[in-house]
Structure formats: C-alpha cells, structure tokens
C-alpha cells in the first residue's frame, strides 16, 4: 500500500505564496502519472498539475503561470509551488500517485490551502 503525505497548507494573503509537498513511501523513479488535485467547498475535486512517465508537464489554465509541479525522485517528493495565490485557490489540495496506466492510484489525505486576507 503506497502511502502520500501533504503538507505546507496554510493561510496566506491574496498574492501571497506557498509550497506543497507530498512525500510517497515507495520510488516514484518509474511512476505513470502523479499530479496535484483541489477541491473547493462545494465543487468537484479538479486536476491541478499532472507530470506523465513521459516527463511531460502541464498545468491547469487557471493555475498556468503561477502554479508549478516538480519532482524530487531522491526525495521520492512532488512539489507544488503556488504563487500570485487568489481567494478562488483556497481550497483542499491533493496528490495522487499511480504506478501503471490501470486504477486511480494512491491520494494523500490533503492539505488545506485559505487564501484570504
């Protein structure tokens, strides 16, 4: 069973910044995808950065330009710094880890971002 923990979530003022990490308890040298998720109070939990086996990157368009996922495979971490950070980016944050193209994959138990001033 491969266990995700988040953290760095917090309260920051509008245009403020954060990082999140999310350490997995196995290598994720030959993952499939991992990616950030969020989910706001009362909507759907929406992708929010994806990095594929392949390497590529791509972001949300409502994130691009001021989100950023990145990898530490040492570390076996995801990273997602957040900045010019909105009150509609307030939300619970989640990553998810899946090691092959079946299954959704593992979920961290999410880290809760409040962007408020």
């Known amino acids: 069973q491969v266990q995700l923990v988040e953290s760095g979530g917090g309260l920051v003022q509008p245009g403020g910044s954060l990082r999140l990490s999310c350490v997995v308890s196995r290598s994720i040298f030959s993952i499939y995808s991992m990616g950030w998720y969020r989910q706001a109070p009362g909507k759907q939990r929406e992708l929010v950065a994806i990095i594929t086996s392949d390497g590529s990157i791509s972001h949300a368009d409502s994130v691009k330009g001021r989100f950023t996922i990145s990898r530490n495979n040492t570390k076996n971490t995801m990273y997602l710094q957040l900045t010019s950070l909105k009150p509609e980016d307030t939300a619970v944050y989640y990553c998810?880890?899946?090691?092959?193209?079946?299954?959704?994959?593992?979920w961290g138990q999410g880290t809760r971002v409040t962007v408020s001033s």
């Open positions: 998810n880890v899946r090691f092959s193209r079946t299954g959704s994959g593992s």
